[in-house]
């Protein structure tokens, strides 16, 4: 038991696994129900979110019942709630008890928005009126705790970060909520949910655009012209040629004429190293490496990181802080199994490039870097993002690849040829990459190039090759992320990447949530590393007209306020204002949107749509003889619309008649293998 009049700190983690390596480093060695106690302190834990937005029904009764009439749904104010589920009750009441007797709040959840606001809305439950300190560190290794405990921060200094992660959540909230229940209400089929999500439904909206795109592409045949004159291949410079006449006119033409070197370019050049590794470059790694999902990479990185063994994962920069150069030499010497790629490193003054060493570009933390703690015990496959994590690390203090460009330029008769080529010759910090699991070897390299003199002439042997216009790729999830980082746009420069990201949609560290949410949802599927969208996911999107919905650019313009709340540049009550302004207009629209009825198809044909004709309905498909009908009366009995739509769908009537006269016996109406209407008994099956 502490003694009274001790001066007590409590200290919250998010999970218990990280509570017992801050407590062991700070001396609480005492195990206690739910939390560890020592040395002046409490160390307790939650399990991720313990307390969560208040629902709908929370506010008012109104709400419990889906009703398009009460829509949009917007609290006055906004409240949370401790979840329902008996053990975070539990550990939530532990820590409420722990904040009314201790002096002090030390905030130790994980240092981002997500990290912030899980502790802030247990503390606001918990109505924590004690001083508040924020343990910040960027790796759980000892040496970084002790440091943070030496550096504790004023825990006010997060407000606006606290305000960033409350805001989107509110947001979140405001948007699905009220569009979930709208679309549902307008347009699902009974029984179906249309979820609709801020982040979720844009992004699905560029999976079933690209999907469309291939859906609909017809392929095109062109022709191209190469060469091959001194082992070397040329490419005719004309590019596509659309008739295969014009194609043979063209190589009747050059056959048999010398060809002739115009010019002969090379040229030495750099390649500087890829940048360090923010979350989604990892993830886009990983999943073009190993085939890992987002989602997975995630999982094994966070991993890594609570086993001390690399830096903080949920990160959006590429870059380190200058504070950390000093380390550097420090981090690499540990790194034992790396050695053979270290030790050319070491005992020499280690390179400082802007690339990787930029202050403005590092805020709350620097890029995923190896702490220098020698794993063990790991999965194959944590060792595999691990080493990727490693190599890129130590790639970046080894000078550039030196590299020469070759271009050759050529004629036969008037006709233009050309051929490029590359040679590296120094490998410089390609040599990290040398054996790396999952590179192909001289996969980019290209064959090296005789010398050629301008003005040479020879034979040379032409090719017609014919060849098919390709639809567009499918996205990965490496492609996906991507996509979602620049807004849909196609963004190949680093830098110019670094730019975009302030408008992308998601955050890098819920970006693999959202894929996977997708997934379960059954709006997308996945066909080894292609993202299809589904006939659902299609049929969602379709319905939705609103931009705001499904417009990630747009959507990229709202992550950016949030990062300016974050920022402190920008009002959480305008943010809010802004987006009830856009869900009450959302509401009126789609209420007042016409539903297409979607068309029957024919049970016969499968092709055809039954149109209402004057005694029957029929298919469309008539014309190509598909004779089907269900005419409106039978045996006496005027049929219903819903029983037309059951009879195509089930082959039953809805509603039951009274064939036999003189009996209250009610009978439905069948539709048997002829295609023709019959009367069913109850428990008989048509014949
Ligand atoms: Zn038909």
Redesign the pocket.
């Known amino acids: 038991m502490y003694d009274l009049g001790e001066i007590m700190k409590l200290c919250i983690a998010e999970k218990p696994s990280v509570a017992k390596d801050i407590a062991e480093v700070i001396g609480a060695k005492t195990k206690k129900n739910g939390y560890w106690e020592g040395n002046g302190y409490w160390v307790s834990w939650t399990f991720g979110h313990l307390c969560t937005l208040k629902e709908p029904h929370d506010y008012t009764e109104k709400w419990k019942p889906w009703n398009l009439d009460t829509l949009p749904m917007i609290p006055s104010k906004f409240g949370i709630k401790v979840m329902d589920n008996a053990g975070v009750m539990n550990q939530f009441n532990i820590i409420q008890d722990l904040v009314s007797k201790c002096d002090e709040v030390i905030n130790c959840g994980d240092a981002g928005q997500e990290g912030e606001l899980i502790q802030r809305w247990v503390l606001t439950k918990a109505k924590n009126d004690k001083p508040l300190k924020r343990l910040w560190i960027s790796s759980l290794t000892e040496e970084a705790i002790k440091e943070g405990f030496k550096n504790l921060q004023d825990g006010n200094k997060y407000n606006n970060l606290y305000a960033a992660g409350a805001s989107r959540a509110i947001g979140d909230w405001i948007l699905g909520m009220n569009a979930t229940r709208l679309f549902t209400l307008k347009f699902a089929s009974k029984g179906q949910v249309l979820s609709i999500g801020r982040v979720q439904t844009p992004t699905l909206a560029l999976i079933v655009e690209r999907q469309l795109e291939i859906n609909n592409f017809k392929s095109e045949n062109f022709w191209e012209i190469k060469t091959i004159y001194r082992d070397t291949e040329f490419a005719c410079t004309l590019g596509k040629i659309e008739t295969s006449e014009k194609g043979s006119e063209l190589l009747t033409k050059i056959t048999d004429e010398p060809f002739e070197v115009l010019s002969y370019e090379q040229k030495e050049g750099n390649e500087s190293h890829p940048q360090l590794f923010d979350l989604t470059s990892l993830q886009v790694e990983c999943n073009k490496r190993f085939g890992f999902s987002a989602e997975e990479t995630l999982n094994m990185t966070q991993g890594l990181y609570e086993k001390k063994l690399v830096t903080y994962p949920r990160v959006d920069t590429t870059y380190l802080s200058d504070d950390i150069y000093p380390k550097v030499e420090d981090i690499l010497s540990k790194l034992a199994h790396y050695k053979t790629y270290t030790t050319p490193l070491l005992g020499k003054k280690i390179r400082k490039s802007k690339r990787v060493f930029d202050d403005k570009k590092v805020t709350d933390h620097h890029a995923i870097i190896p702490t220098g703690i020698t794993p063990s015990g790991i999965t194959p496959n944590e060792q595999k993002v691990y080493d990727a994590i490693t190599r890129r690390f130590i790639s970046v203090f080894y000078p550039d690849c030196k590299v020469s460009n070759t271009v050759v330029e050529g004629q036969v008769t008037d006709i233009g040829f050309r051929a490029a080529g590359r040679q590296i010759l120094e490998p410089g910090w390609r040599i990290v990459y040398e054996n790396y699991a999952g590179s192909k070897k001289n996969q980019e390299e290209e064959p090296l190039m005789p010398l050629f003199e301008v003005g040479e002439t020879g034979e040379h042997f032409p090719e017609l090759m014919e060849k098919k216009t390709k639809p567009p790729r499918y996205f990965t999830e490496a492609s996906l992320l991507r996509a979602m980082e620049t807004a849909g746009k196609q963004v190949d420069d680093e830098s110019l990447r670094d730019i975009m990201k302030e408008n992308g949609i998601g955050r890098p560290s819920t970006r693999a949530n959202i894929i996977e949410t997708l997934n379960k949802r059954n709006y997308i599927s996945k066909d080894k590393k292609r993202i299809v969208a589904t006939a659902t996911g299609i049929h969602l999107i379709s319905l939705i007209q609103n931009e705001l919905l499904k417009s990630a650019e747009l959507t990229g313009q709202w992550e950016k306020k949030l990062r300016d709340i974050e920022k402190g540049t920008y009002e959480v009550e305008a943010f809010k204002s802004e987006l009830i302004d856009m869900v009450a207009v959302l509401c009126h629209e789609v209420k007042h949107q016409f539903v297409v009825p979607p068309p029957i198809i024919?049970p016969?044909?499968n092709t055809?749509e039954l149109l209402k004709g004057k005694s029957a309905w029929g298919?469309s498909?008539w014309k190509e003889n598909?004779k089907?009908t269900i005419p409106f009366e039978f045996e006496g009995f005027i049929l219903s619309e819903m029983d037309m739509k059951s009879l195509v769908s089930n082959q039953k009537s809805h509603y039951k008649y009274p064939f036999k006269k003189n009996s209250d016996e009610k009978q439905f109406v069948g539709l048997n293998k002829s295609w023709k209407l019959v009367k069913l008994k109850e428990t008989k099956e048509a014949t």
Do not use: A, L, Q
Request: net charge positive; aromatic share 12%; with cysteine.
């Open positions: 024919c016969k044909c055809g298919c498909k598909c089907f």
